[in-house]
Nanobody, 121 residues
Framework: QVQLVESGGGSAQAGGSLRLSCGAS????????MGWFRQTPGNQRERIAT???????FYADSVRGRFTISQGNSKSTLYRQMDSRTPQESAMYYC???????????????WGQGTQVTVSS
């Protein structure tokens, strides 16, 4: 069992930067793919960035070049830096972990409770 807790969400102005954190604990979380999904009302959770144990990363086309996923020094914290964010990126952001990195949220085994990000113009 892996436990995930997100932090760092809130309200912010467009064009700025925001960093979200995901604290992980539990059974060998370091062996899994970890990453970030976002969800807006009425839509499915969308994978935006993931990082596998090898260090390989994935970014959705919509965020590539502006979002950065990284692991903390203790390796138990996953960060996501959001630069130049836009109001369209207002959403609930979830940290997730699973045996592999997938677009399909149903294939990710563990989820945090989510953190709301609201971007105003």
């Amino acid at each position: 069992q892996v436990q995930l807790v997100e932090s760092g969400g809130g309200s912010a102005q467009a064009g700025g930067s925001l960093r979200l954190s995901c604290g992980a604990s539990g059974d060998t979380y370091s062996r899994y793919c970890m990453g970030w999904f976002r969800q807006t009302p009425g839509n499915q959770r969308e994978r935006i960035a993931t990082r596998f144990t090898t260090g390989n990363t994935f970014y959705a086309d919509s965020v590539r070049g502006r979002f950065t996923i990284s692991q903390g020094n203790s390796k138990s914290t996953l960060y996501r830096q959001m630069d130049s964010r836009t109001p369209q990126e207002s959403a609930m952001y979830y940290c997730a972990a699973g045996p592999g990195c997938y677009n399909d949220p149903q294939k990710m085994n563990w989820w945090g409770q989510g953190t709301q990000v609201t971007v105003s113009s």
